[in-house]
């Protein structure tokens, strides 16, 4: 299985509601990632978790809330959102950071937000 | 982390070969060079990444200069399914896993 799925494909939310999105990997990589995408624009790097810790906050709201259960899943707690949070969030997943060169990320799909 | 530059859009007609530019002049000598592509509304996939040699796999053939300051990504023979947005990134191995993706190049393959 080389495959990282998000759920859910598509979320509609209000600036009150809490809402949460899930990323799930089985090919044993212990690193993993949250990116916000806005449109037409590139990736930007959110957190980062090495072995189920957070390692990387890249100064996000704290209305955002990242949670690693285990090595395999890994959540994005919402409240409390504004429209402008309205992206494309994507997960990735790699084997670790001492892995050497065959370190690439397997990117999910994504989960388009629309905060309204 | 090295900034990468990259044109912002190219064309180029189905069955020929794709050469997408990549300039890094800043790059230091333990940053690697990866390229993604996103084709519209998926997520990034992964396509080749190299150091100093030239690379090739079954998807493309990356080409650096030995300076290492520019690298050119080729698609030997592009499809209408390469039309995606390419991204060059310069990466640091052992530094943390943050990949900071540049602006990218917008590929049309034109039948």
């Known amino acids: 299985d080389t495959e990282v799925t998000q759920t859910p494909k598509h979320l509609v939310m209000g600036m009150t509601n809490k809402k949460s999105l899930k990323c799930e990997q089985h090919?044993?990589?212990?690193?993993m990632y949250w990116y916000k995408q806005k449109a037409k624009k590139p990736p930007e790097l959110m957190f980062v978790?090495?072995?189920?810790?957070?390692?990387i906050n890249e100064s996000v709201p704290s209305r955002f809330s990242p949670e690693c259960p285990n090595s395999s899943l890994l959540n994005l707690h919402l409240h409390a959102l504004q429209p402008e949070d309205s992206a494309l969030y994507l997960c990735?997943?790699?084997?670790?950071?001492?892995?050497?060169?065959?370190?690439?990320?397997?990117f999910g799909p994504g989960t388009r937000l629309t905060v309204l | 982390d090295a900034k990468t530059t990259q044109p912002t859009s190219m064309d180029c007609a189905e069955g020929r070969a794709a050469n997408l530019p990549c300039n890094h002049s800043t790059i230091s000598g333990n940053e690697y060079v990866y390229w993604y592509r996103q084709i519209h509304s998926q997520g990034p996939q992964y396509i080749i990444h190299?150091?100093?040699n030239n690379e090739t796999n079954e998807m493309a053939s990356l080409i650096i200069t030995e300076d290492r300051k520019s690298s050119t990504l080729i698609l030997p023979h592009a499809t209408l399914r390469d039309t995606a947005v390419y991204y060059c990134i310069a990466y640091v191995l052992w530094a943390g896993n943050q990949f900071y993706f540049g602006t990218g190049t917008s590929l049309t393959v034109i039948p």
């Open positions: 978790y090495s072995y189920e810790k957070l390692s």
């Open positions: 090919m044993g990589h212990r690193a």
């Open positions: 190299g150091l100093k």
């Open positions: 990735a997943s790699s084997f670790d950071r001492q892995r050497g060169s065959y370190n690439e990320q397997f």
